[in-house]
């Protein structure tokens, strides 16, 4: 048979109704993923109009009917149980299909630019070891391929793998740690992976482009974006591509490992949160948001780009509910924006969220965060969240600085006492404002009991 016949063909068993659609699912639902636990998860795909179709849930041995609509779409709800596996779901319609090796357990969307896309193939601390240990198939990965569109996408090439060395040589390093450190402590719980992460991008091509067009801020900061050669610049981008196949897949949260690419911006603060309340709009669920402060680096002809970023995104856990923040600045180098210490990074984030998710006792999650100062004379008191066993690394702070109205920093001397810090320098008489590593490469001096640092601040 000729090309032209076999189309000719085909077109006749289409407009005959006689060539049946079989059921499909996006990529998302796939074998050895997770799910949910103890949830309602959307289940979708796709049908032949009005075809009868049937699905038998493994965990419970129910069965529900589905019927597509007349654009070929369904979609069903399921209850899930407590974590365990595995499980199938088996779909039959003009055709079968079956989703073998699925977990319930607990399932996080990891995005970012490359300090979350980077893997231990690219180069992390004790590669090579931490390679060889890493044999979990209770935790899975899903990896996003790197693609941009111009309009929201259904689906997206990949497929969920069980975690080996192979498989997490090549996974996101932070968000394999960030698992490996919940599994721990949860018990074995399945962990659910899933990364959408590129390198070099900012916040805007994450989120929906038209949540952008309706904000004035958000607008006016993405219309001053610089295109580059690696990636995309315009808004929406890679939410269309990498974000939108996947809203409506059940999470426990979300991690966030992005803020270099839009170095230069004064009001990152509007645009994460922007980015975090668009997500949750999207998914109709106001899931948990964890982020990671960017490390302090030496950007070329700019002083103070970076730290306005890293005070940014201390201002977000204040304007927005549920929502975390790791700082590392005191394991990154700063001629490095790529620090290698994954594991710490991971790790925090991991008892970070234990603590405030799970209600699991990991100690201290948070360093010093700034919280007020009081003034007296030219002296001033800062006072800290998370202050308890308050010290510097060495005898002294070098990192504080005040200003009087005028607006003018000075580098201040400061003490400890009683677990707030007391501030003044003899330029200043009448006091205003205070900062703390207020320079893109300050690395943080200022610690409390368990060891973690304080985050870069300027005093509102």
């Given at each position: 048979m000729n090309k032209i016949s076999f189309?000719?063909?085909?077109?006749?068993?289409?407009i005959t109704g006689t060539a049946k659609a079989n059921v499909l699912l996006p990529s998302c639902f796939s074998d050895n993923m997770v799910l949910q636990r103890n949830s309602e998860v959307t289940i979708w795909g796709w049908a032949s109009p009005f075809e009868d179709v049937t699905l038998t849930v493994g965990w419970s041995k129910e069965e529900i009917k589905i019927k597509p609509d007349n654009q070929a779409h369904w979609e069903v709800k399921l209850k899930t149980p407590e974590a365990g596996g595995p499980y199938t779901l088996h779909f039959k319609g003009y055709n079968e299909l079956t989703i073998k090796n699925i977990m319930i357990g607990e399932v996080w969307f990891c995005s970012g630019q490359s300090n979350m896309e980077w893997s231990a193939s690219i180069g992390i601390d004790n590669a090579e070891a931490e390679?060889?240990?890493a044999n979990y198939p209770n935790i899975r990965f899903f990896t996003a391929p790197k693609i941009a569109g111009t309009s929201p996408q259904m689906n997206i090439v990949g497929n969920w793998q069980e975690c080996t060395p192979e498989t997490m040589k090549y996974f996101s390093a932070v968000a394999y740690f960030f698992g490996e450190r919940l599994q721990k402590d949860l018990k074995d719980v399945p962990i659910g992976l899933i990364n959408s992460s590129?390198?070099?991008t900012p916040a805007e091509i994450w989120m929906p482009e038209d949540y952008i067009a309706k904000d004035p801020v958000l607008a006016e900061a993405a219309a001053k974006l610089t295109p580059v050669t690696w990636g995309p610049t315009e808004p929406g981008r890679t939410y269309n591509t990498m974000i939108n196949p996947f809203v409506g897949f059940k999470l426990a949260g979300a991690i966030w490992y992005q803020g270099e690419s839009n170095v230069g911006s004064t009001v990152y603060d509007k645009t994460l949160a922007g980015l975090i309340k668009s997500w949750r709009k999207a998914w109709g669920d106001d899931f948990p948001f964890y982020f990671i402060q960017i490390a302090p680096f030496n950007y070329e002809n700019d002083t103070y780009g970076g730290v306005i970023i890293r005070n940014s995104q201390r201002k977000v856990l204040n304007e927005v509910p549920k929502t975390g923040m790791v700082v590392v600045g005191d394991v990154s180098p700063t001629d490095d924006i790529h620090p290698r210490d994954k594991r710490t990074?991971?790790?925090?984030?991991?008892?970070?969220?234990?603590?405030s998710q799970y209600g699991i006792d990991t100690g201290v999650v948070y360093g010093p965060l700034y919280k007020d100062i009081t003034i007296s004379k030219n002296k001033v008191t800062i006072r800290f969240d998370y202050a308890e066993g308050l010290h510097f690394s060495s005898k002294k702070s070098e990192l504080f600085e005040v200003a009087g109205k005028d607006g003018k920093f000075y580098p201040a001397t400061a003490t400890i006492k009683n677990n707030t810090v007391v501030v003044s320098s003899k330029k200043v008489k009448e006091p205003v404002t205070v900062r703390y590593a207020w320079h893109n490469t300050a690395k943080p001096d200022l610690f409390n009991g368990a060891g973690l640092p304080a985050s870069s601040f300027l005093s509102e």
């Open positions: 189309y000719l063909s085909l077109f006749i068993l289409l390679i060889a240990k590129w390198g070099g990074v991971g790790e925090r984030l991991g008892n970070l969220v234990l603590k």
